[in-house]
């Protein structure tokens, strides 16, 4: 099938990326570099540290909309093999800016990692059973509730990280104990495979790899990032401490073009699915058809809360104390 051809090359974009997004390790040591511009003397140039993903279509399609140019900024991305690259790579000056999920960054700034959040980078969606982000699905016909999932194996990309946040959680949420729970790791490119053999009785996958999954007959239960809180914010582009504190109007330059970036990719959803053929190599027609994140940057500490508390109920932070430092640098 052409979509299966051209899925070995995604999945090698996607592998990457949900390493990403899960996976944070303590690293560099000051981020002090403010890219090859120098501020005052032309545009500033910044490499921003991606995930090949759906979550930064936005930032693709503002590129070439030239949101960044209006604020002085020539913008490069590297694409990277997740948050146990980008994060570093960030501290150290390689990226001034990069993009990782919010669990990952709270567990980061617990371990001292010097990294400061400049804005939301992507939403659920306030379906619990549709959301591209993280949706667990079974192709088991008789798993038909939350409380079927009891003593189950489950797929997850990485252990404590978002994923595994997401489904004790929602468990715990309905009233199901997680004791007999089988939390194991697998490449969410691989989860539709281990699916329809029985290797496991649940994953939670994200887009394209829901909608190849549904195609082999699994279904969705009301396990996801929506089902955290709708709409809750899940992911984060940031930058480290010092170069926030050195660079402070680059900071608010590019938090400023990002914005407008996120605001015009929710608005048009159609050029923002067309953005993914722009950084991936999908076959014709496949971008029509994933679900989009939530793109509005719009956020408080309040809104960011409830994900750090699950995270603190889950036991990967200890207390909220990393969100305040999070947001405030």
């Known amino acids: 099938m052409p979509f299966l051809r051209s899925r070995r090359r995604f999945t090698a974009y996607a592998a990457v990326a949900t390493l990403a997004l899960t996976a944070v390790t303590a690293c560099g040591s000051n981020g002090s570099g403010s890219g090859s511009g120098d501020e005052g003397s032309g545009p500033v140039k910044i490499k921003l540290g991606v995930i090949p993903i759906i979550d930064i279509a936005p930032v693709q399609l503002g590129i070439k909309k030239g949101f960044f140019a209006k604020q002085g900024l ?10 146990a690259a980008i994060v570093p790579a960030v501290v150290s000056g390689d990226f001034q800016f990069g993009y990782s999920n919010l669990v990952s960054l709270l567990i980061a700034k617990s371990k001292g990692v010097p990294v400061r959040m400049v804005s939301v980078g992507a939403r659920a969606s306030d379906n619990e059973l549709q959301d591209g982000s993280g949706q ?14 009891a003593g189950k194996k489950i797929a997850v990309n990485t252990l404590r990280g978002i994923n595994e946040v997401a489904v004790r959680s929602t468990l715990k949420a309905h009233g199901v104990s997680d004791d007999g729970l089988k939390l194991v790791e697998v490449p969410i490119p691989d989860m539709p495979a281990a699916l329809h053999s029985g290797q496991v009785d ?88 994933v679900t989009l994140p939530g793109w509005d940057p719009t956020t408080t500490r309040d809104q960011i809360e409830p994900l750090a508390k699950l995270a603190v109920d889950t036991g990967l932070i200890d207390n909220l104390d990393p969100l305040d430092k999070l947001m405030k640098g």
Do not use: C
């Open 202 to 289: 649940a994953a939670m996958l994200s887009e394209p790899f829901i909608s190849v999954a549904k195609d082999q007959g699994a279904h969705p239960l009301p396990v996801s990032y929506a089902s955290m809180g709708p709409k809750i914010p899940f992911a984060a582009w940031f930058a480290s401490e010092s170069y926030a504190a050195k660079h402070p109007k680059v900071v608010k330059e590019f938090t400023a073009a990002l914005q407008e970036s996120l605001r015009y990719g929710e608005a048009h959803p159609d050029e923002a699915r067309a953005a993914l053929d722009t950084y991936l190599t999908l076959d014709k027609g496949v971008s029509a058809h």
């Open 136 to 149: 667990l699905l079974t192709d088991d016909p008789k798993i038909k509730t939350v409380a079927d999932l």
């Open 74 to 83: 020539q913008v490069t991305t590297q694409n990277s093999q997740g948050g």
